[in-house]
């Protein structure tokens, strides 16, 4: 079975890092897999891990017909069995572009709530009734794209994120890596990882902060990621306005994520949505207490007082409750991070979710021999 798997690029995201761990895997398990991205940007990973023919650039550069033909035209000489777009972007090329080249099996992917409107939207549907079905990596994910572009859920499968505990544990001590931020080593440290867009409510954790900041007020609060415009001047300013601009830290993308988790003693999640988060995982994976919102499917990570802690969608006050209990409680950060680790190593495995993956894939197209 020859399976391709289609990204938009390698920008330093979850998603991405999870096609490359998927990419990774499956060829460690013996199949016969190749990611195809379409864009370059700055900020990538390095995919120097995985093998060269593994892993294959196709620049669209602003042309989306003559990618498309040129997509189909390579499915079609690869003889692909499997076509699989990652995201909801990647899905559409991938789903057009794999029906017309007559690849057996075609999935679209989807590793959030269902968001997509207007012209993005029209064609998730107009894919839905091309595709053999859609893989998500959240139950919480199956009734949105019900709801928004008719998916039909028998068809809709579940495939849980992987995580690589070894790739985001530092060499560093606590106190090493907070004096590499610049930051005390009896400071106590909360951050939020991931990029500045809407659905992560970066406002939230803002005004967290300040709450936080009136008990607590030599905590600092890290804010790791980037955005696409002015996010980040904007949340400077609320910071300013809500008299936590100085404990509130930009940090911008970075590529040494196990330093800063490190130095971290709470990472947070403030998201409207998700799928399965990745920035929890990774948190989770080195044993740091996480405190998230009770985003619909962060049951399906998070038990809550066992191995993190939740907190209503859009409570500040909530959020900030649980912080300055962690952040006073040694011991009870050590319990929930402890028992974070353990959820990782049962449940969330890159080799799982490789072994999962190729289940669905392998199912789908025994069906269509049939």
């Not at 500040?316 to 009870?332: E, F, I, M, T």
Request: charged letters at 20%.
């Amino acid at each position: 079975m020859r399976i391709a798997i289609v990204l938009d690029s390698l920008i330093r995201g979850g998603a991405e890092r999870q096609a490359l761990y998927a990419t990774g895997e499956l060829t460690q398990l013996g199949y016969d897999v190749e990611l195809i991205y379409y864009n370059r940007v700055d900020a990538a990973y390095d995919s120097s891990a995985l093998r060269p023919d593994t892993i294959s650039f196709m620049p669209k550069r602003g042309r989306p017909f003559r990618f498309l033909w040129q997509l189909q035209s390579y499915f079609r000489s690869k003889r692909f069995d499997v076509v699989h777009g990652w995201m909801g972007g990647p899905s559409i090329y991938a789903g057009l572009a794999g029906r017309v080249a007559g690849v057996p099996i075609v999935f679209a992917g989807y590793r959030c709530e269902y968001d997509g409107t207007g012209a993005t939207r029209m064609a998730h549907r107009v894919v839905n009734k091309l595709v053999t079905g859609w893989i998500v990596n959240s139950k919480a994910t199956v009734p949105s794209l019900v709801r928004g572009v008719g998916a039909n859920p028998s068809k809709v499968r579940v495939v849980y994120n992987g995580i690589d505990p070894k790739a985001f544990t530092s060499g560093l001590t606590a106190v090493e890596a907070k004096a590499k931020l610049g930051i005390p080593g009896n400071a106590g440290t909360v951050s939020i990882i991931g990029q500045l867009r809407p659905q992560k409510n970066h406002s939230l954790f803002i005004q967290m902060a300040a709450v936080v900041a009136k008990q607590l007020p030599a905590t600092e609060f890290l804010v790791v990621g980037h955005g696409t415009g002015d996010e980040q001047q904007v949340f400077e300013r609320l910071a300013e306005s809500l008299g936590v601009g100085k404990q509130v830290r930009f940090l911008g993308s970075r590529s040494d994520i196990p330093d800063v988790l490190a130095a971290t003693d709470i990472v947070m999640l403030t998201s409207h949505y998700e799928g399965v988060s990745n920035s929890l995982l990774e948190a989770m994976s080195v044993g740091r207490a996480v405190v998230s919102t009770a985003y619909a499917g962060v049951d399906e990570l998070i038990t809550n007082g066992h191995d993190g802690l939740i907190a209503p969608m859009g409570d500040a006050g909530a959020l900030a409750s649980h912080v300055v209990s962690l952040l006073l409680d040694a011991k009870l950060r050590e319990r929930l991070g402890q028992a974070a680790r353990e959820t990782i190593r049962s449940r969330f495995t890159m080799s799982a979710m490789a072994r999962n993956l190729h289940s669905v894939y392998q199912e789908a197209f025994d069906r269509s021999q049939q």
